[in-house]
């Protein structure tokens, strides 16, 4: 089973990213965080890194009924999708696969809910192409 889904995307970085959030957002996703790898690198450990952005998505109805069969999933969430420099004007944008996480927890009800926000994150992905 793969633990994510990919394509490539081309355009400004920024751009890309205002895509991709406008896609999720097509999904009912909102986007919780950013976390800019690249800034932080460079600030942390003064290192020069390709443009790296960790975006937390989040669909509120998946994650209340997800919280409501299993209190611990919140360490599962939000779900990231990754926006990386593949080369010159193009990035690689990466969904994790959410029902690859759910087979570490041993909770049937789950699988239904990870199918679901799976097949959810895939249109998003597919969309980009």
Known sequence: MNYSYSTKVKGEFEEVIERVTEELKTEGFGVLTQIDVTKTLKEKIDVDFKKYRILGACNPHFAYKALS?????????????????????????????????????????????????????????????
């Open 69 to 129: 069969i299993e209190d611990n999933i919140g360490v599962m969430l939000p779900c990231n999708v990754i926006v990386v420099e593949a080369g010159e004007g193009e990035f690689d944008v990466t969904a994790v696969s959410p029902m690859a996480s759910m087979q570490a927890i041993e909770n049937e009800k789950l699988g239904a809910i990870a199918h679901e926000v799976e097949e959810k994150l895939k249109s998003v992905i597919n969309r980009l192409k």
